[in-house]
């Protein structure tokens, strides 16, 4: 499905059962797999890979050079960089065009989840359905399950597979909501996060 309003370019590849809402701009090259929801206003651009069972909220950007494996959500206005130190000209004034500069690659692992308004600077790897705390500023990589939040983004705990925050017990790290339980290594001193 792909609203009227919305701009798929030729040469973006959608995979089936992929809904695509309104006002949404995917750029030629784009890669998108099967049965995600791109929601209004998002935009995907040309060189960005984005798995199946996908689902960006409205506003996201997702930029070239941004993998983003299945199962990934991502919520409403969250950005994915691809530059760490970006400019539009040459110390000589010459315009720098797409080109000339390779992305640094962005990865986010199978099931994590990335809150409302976040925003991922580039290079950074994000592990397996791990949560990024609404508005939070991901810097550095974060772990398998990690729960990151704040401005640089700090590791506070670990996330379930079903998204709750999961508890340390004497046996483990356990979700208070589902029962699962997890063999994950402490956390480390808060002035080394
Ligand atoms: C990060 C998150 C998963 C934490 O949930 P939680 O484990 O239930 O956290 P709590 O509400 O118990 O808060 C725990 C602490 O983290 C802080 N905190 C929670 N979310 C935060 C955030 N996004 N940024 C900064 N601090 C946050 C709380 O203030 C609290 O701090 P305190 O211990 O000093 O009082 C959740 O708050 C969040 O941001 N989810 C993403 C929501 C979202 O963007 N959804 C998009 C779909 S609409």
């Known amino acids: 499905m792909i609203h009227p309003t919305a701009e798929v370019e030729r040469g973006a590849k959608i995979g089936p059962n992929t809904r695509v809402w309104n006002h949404a701009h995917v750029r ?14 998002v935009f995907v651009d040309g060189g960005a890979v984005i798995g199946s069972n996908v689902k960006l909220q409205n506003r996201v950007s997702v930029f070239r050079g941004v993998t983003l494996e299945d199962g990934v959500f991502v919520g409403p206005h969250a950005t994915f960089t691809n530059d760490r130190y970006p400019r539009a000209i040459t110390p000589e004034g010459r315009v720098i065009s797409e080109e000339d500069w390779t ?57 379930c597979a079903c ?31």
């Open 163 to 193: 998204g709750q925050a999961l508890e340390e017990t004497a046996s483990g790290w356990c979700c208070p909501g589902c029962g699962r339980g997890y063999d994950l290594p402490p956390l480390p001193a808060e002035d080394e996060r």
């Open 28 to 41: 030629a090259g784009a890669v998108i797999g099967d049965d995600c929801s791109i929601g209004y206003g």
């Open 103 to 159: 992305p640094q690659p962005t990865l986010v692992k199978l099931g994590a989840s990335i809150g409302a308004g976040a925003v991922v600077l580039a290079g950074v790897t994000i592990g397996r359905w791990a949560m990024v705390g609404a508005n939070s500023l991901v810097t550095q990589d974060v772990p398998d399950q990690g729960l990151v939040v704040g401005s640089p983004a700090r590791l506070v705990g670990y996330a």
